[in-house]
């Protein structure tokens, strides 16, 4: 996010029907750069707050708004009072029992009790820290901070330093004089996709904590050009959806679709399976989903079969879902990622139907288009 993105926070207090702008100096420190991202806010409440603002029942209403980009407020899953930040001490640590922490990747537990605590809510995932660098690993950070100086000039460079300097980081791709979100020029756009171990709950789609994007914004726009605005995103994964109706070798025969569930998926996101990073512009064969569905022993025709793709595009009235069909034709056809920052995942099904006798098969209808959250008119 550019410092031009970031959203004007106005606070208001009031009884919850009456309300007024609350005066400035009420925030002593913002760690959400305007809530847009994890962090500690701290008010500074006066010592008189005028009686007419307080409720029947003497609470005190606090409410926020925002008067610039709040298209760029992300949702706030959660509000808490209270809370702290716990930093991990390893000097004493042996590394069997660091290795163990690491391992576990659940929720934060005093190894006794702590007086006037009776429970500890873990907020956001914890990190593990950096691996003991090797000596191969040694020769090549010396060797490419020869390259860079610890400056960020070329695409390469930018991605060097955010590897080096973040082990929570697993691949990075920059993109010069790119900006997927408004028209302004200087905008270096930088992808970023996490290891495995800090993959969200939706492990489908590997996404970096906002926290995270932010702390990696400071750094590289420290390390580059003051003309140069650097924007650190995710990648934007693009679902993809096949329909196959299929005539069984025996009709009497029951069988499970999960095998055919399991060949879309792995054709369309091999590294899902593998559990290795995705690789970005990764292309999908129609036809070899096509070809391995047919090869399946209790499959003796596929009878109808197409791919649909949703992608979302910024337009000048704002973001908007295009659907795409792909049926197999006799060349050869290939889908690949329009724009280098998308990856293509698998929607959560794929419409996988057995043609029964007198019955054709149907193309895609209403209620088939539906991907994620998306239900396509």
């Known amino acids: 996010m550019t410092v031009d993105d970031i959203p004007k926070i106005v606070m208001y207090w009031g009884d919850g029907y009456y309300w007024e702008e609350i005066p ?7 760690d959400t750069k305007q809530m847009t991202v994890s962090g500690n806010m701290v008010y500074n409440f006066p010592l008189h707050i005028p009686p007419n603002l307080y409720d029947k029942e003497g609470i005190l209403w606090i ?4 008067a610039k980009n709040h298209e760029f407020v992300p949702e706030i899953r959660a509000v808490y009072n209270n809370a702290g930040l716990v930093v991990l001490e390893t000097d004493d640590a042996s590394v069997e029992k660091m290795q163990s922490f690491k391992n576990s990747n659940g929720p934060l537990e005093p190894e006794k009790k702590l007086p006037g605590i009776t429970s500890i809510e873990q907020i956001t995932s914890f990190y593990a820290g950096q691996e003991l660098e090797d000596l191969k690993s040694m020769q090549a ?3 490419e901070y020869v390259t860079h100086r610890g400056r960020a000039v070329t695409a390469r460079d930018f991605e060097l330093l955010t590897l080096q300097e973040f082990s929570d980081i697993g691949k990075v791709l920059c993109l010069p004089n790119t900006n997927i979100k408004n028209s302004k020029q200087g905008v270096v756009t930088v992808v970023v996709i996490p290891q495995n171990k800090l993959k969200t709950i939706d492990n489908s789609k590997p996404m970096v904590p906002s926290g995270l994007l932010s702390r990696i914004e400071d750094y590289l726009s420290a390390r580059a050009s003051k003309n140069v605005i650097v924007d650190v995103i995710n990648p934007v994964y693009e679902e993809i959806q096949v329909k196959c109706v299929i005539r069984l070798v025996d009709r009497n025969q029951v069988v499970s679709l999960e095998a055919i569930q399991e060949i879309c ?3 369309i996101a091999p590294w899902q399976a593998k559990d290795v990073l995705p690789k970005f512009g990764e292309p999908i064969h129609v036809s070899r989903i096509y070809n391995a569905i047919k090869e399946i022993d209790f499959v003796a025709e ?5 791919v649909i793709r949703v992608s979302q595009d910024n337009t000048e009235a704002g973001k908007r879902n295009y659907y795409h069909l792909y049926k197999l034709e006799d060349e050869e056809q290939v889908l690949i990622p ?7 995942v698998p929607s959560e099904t794929h419409i996988i139907q057995v043609e029964e006798k007198g019955n054709t098969a149907d193309p895609y209808g209403l209620g088939d288009m539906e991907i994620g959250k998306t239900f396509i008119l």
Not at 63 to 66: A, K, M, S
Request: net charge positive; glycine share 6%.
């Open 24 to 30: 400035r100096g009420f925030i002593l420190k913002d």
């Open 63 to 66: 409410r926020t708004g925002f």
């Open 141 to 143: 950070r010396v060797s």
């Open 265 to 267: 998926d792995n054709f």
């Open 302 to 306: 596929i009878d109808y079969f197409a």
């Open 338 to 344: 329009n724009k280098p920052y998308k990856l293509f």
